[in-house]
Nanobody, 115 residues
Framework: QVQLVESGGGLVQPGGSLRLSCAVS????????MGWYRQAPGKERELVAS???????NYTDSVKGRFTISRDNAKNTVTLQMNSLKPEDTAVYYC?????????WGQGTQVTVSS
């Protein structure tokens, strides 16, 4: 059974940075494309960034130039470096396989951007 454990969220002021990490177990991680998703209150979950097994990345327009997704296949982890954070980035952030997600999601990590 796949387990996804996200960490690194917190409260940060606008313009600040956070680094999110996701540990993946129970899957052949290195063969899977992965994504970071987020869900803000009252909104649907959306894909923020994705990375293929080969390391190609893609970002939603609202985070381009500010967020960077990366992966470490030796450690089965995927990371999201978030810079120049804005209040509209406030959400619970999740990692999962992309584009076909695992049924079981992790608990997510809360990111709150506020002064």
């Amino acid at each position: 059974q796949v387990q996804l454990v996200e960490s690194g969220g917190g409260l940060v002021q606008p313009g600040g940075s956070l680094r999110l990490s996701c540990a993946v177990s129970g899957s052949i991680f290195r063969f899977n494309a992965m994504g970071w998703y987020r869900q803000a209150p009252g909104k649907e979950r959306e894909l923020v960034a994705s990375i293929t097994a080969g390391g190609s990345t893609n970002y939603t327009d609202s985070v381009k130039g500010r967020f960077t997704i990366s992966r470490d296949n030796a450690k089965n982890t995927v990371t999201l470096q978030m810079n120049s954070l804005k209040p509209e980035d406030t959400a619970v952030y999740y990692c999962n396989r992309w584009p076909a997600t695992y049924v079981q999601w992790g608990q997510g990590t809360q990111v709150t951007v506020s002064s």
